[in-house]
C-alpha cells in the first residue's frame, strides 16, 4: 500500500525560528512529490520535486528530495505568524487506483508560529 | 494565475437529496481535474480523476453510481453526490491540471457538505 508519512504532526515555534517539516514516503511508481500550504480553505501549491538533490527556493522556503533514501524535507526560515498553517506533502505516483495520476497526500503538519 | 473556483462553498441539505458541486478553472484550460474528499484531521484521499470528454476513473472503494462527476469542458468538472446520507458529509475539494502530469494541481477552496 503506497503511504506518506509526515513529521512532526505539530509544531509550535516562535516568530523568527527555522523549521524543519518531514516527509517519507513508500510508493511504487514514483514520478513526484509535492508540498502544498493548507491554510483555511484550498491548499496552494509551493514546490513540486521531481529529481534529487535539487534544492528549490522560494523567499523564506525551501525543499529538496531525496528518492534514494525516499523523503523530502521543507524548511522555512525566519518564521512569520503567517506561515501558520497546515503543510501538505503528496506523492504523485505513475498510476493510481484506476489508473488515474492523482495525489496521495500525508497527513500534514500543522505549524503554528507564535508572536 | 492558475485560479480554481469552488460552488458551492457550504451546503446543508436533508438527507435523500442530491447535491451538485462545480468546480471550475478561471485562468487556464484543465486537461484533467480531480476530485478530494477530506475528513477531519484526516489528509485529502482521492475520489476520482477526470479527463475532459472522457468518463472519470474513479478509486477503488468509491461508488461512481453515488458520486457522479461530469467533465464537459476543459473549465468546468462537476461533482454530484446523490441520495446524499449523513456518512456523506465531509469536506469536498477539487483540484485542476492544465498538460501533462508534471504539471501541478491547483486546488478550489472546497464544499463542506452537512446532511442532515
Known amino acids: 500500500e503506497d503511504k506518506v508519512v509526515q513529521s512532526p504532526l505539530s509544531l509550535v515555534v516562535h516568530e523568527g525560528d527555522t523549521v524543519t517539516l518531514n516527509c517519507s514516503y513508500e510508493?511504487?511508481?514514483?514520478?513526484?512529490l509535492l508540498w502544498y500550504k493548507q491554510e483555511k480553505k484550498a491548499p496552494t501549491f509551493l514546490f513540486m520535486l521531481?529529481?534529487?538533490?535539487i534544492e528549490k527556493k522560494s523567499g523564506r522556503l525551501s525543499s529538496i528530495l531525496d528518492k534514494k533514501e525516499l523523503f523530502s524535507i521543507l524548511n522555512i526560515t525566519a518564521t512569520q505568524t503567517g506561515d501558520s498553517a497546515v503543510y501538505l506533502c503528496?506523492?504523485?505516483?505513475?498510476?493510481?487506483?484506476?489508473?488515474?495520476?492523482?495525489?496521495?497526500f500525508g497527513k500534514g503538519t500543522h505549524l503554528i508560529i507564535q508572536p | 494565475g492558475a485560479v480554481v473556483s469552488q460552488h458551492p462553498s457550504w451546503v446543508i441539505c436533508k438527507s435523500g437529496t442530491s447535491v451538485k458541486i462545480e468546480c471550475r478553472s478561471l485562468?487556464?484550460?484543465?486537461?484533467?481535474m480531480f476530485w478530494y474528499r477530506q475528513f477531519p484531521k484526516q489528509s485529502l484521499m482521492l475520489m476520482a480523476t477526470?479527463?475532459?470528454?472522457?468518463?472519470?476513473?474513479?478509486e477503488q472503494g468509491v461508488e461512481k453510481d453515488k458520486f457522479l462527476i461530469n467533465h464537459a469542458s476543459l473549465t468546468l468538472s462537476t461533482l454530484t453526490v446523490t441520495s446524499a446520507h449523513p456518512e456523506d458529509s465531509s469536506f469536498y475539494i477539487c483540484?485542476?491540471?492544465?498538460?501533462?502530469?508534471?504539471?501541478?494541481?491547483?486546488f478550489g477552496d472546497g464544499t463542506r457538505l452537512s446532511i442532515l
Open positions: 510508493v511504487t511508481n514514483f514520478r513526484s
Open positions: 477526470s479527463n475532459e470528454g472522457s468518463k472519470a476513473t474513479y
Open positions: 503528496a506523492v504523485l505516483l505513475m498510476y493510481s487506483g484506476g489508473g488515474a495520476d492523482g495525489l496521495t
Open positions: 483540484s485542476a491540471r492544465g498538460g501533462a502530469a508534471t504539471r501541478p494541481q491547483h
Open positions: 521531481t529529481s534529487s538533490g
Open positions: 485562468d487556464f484550460q484543465a486537461t484533467t
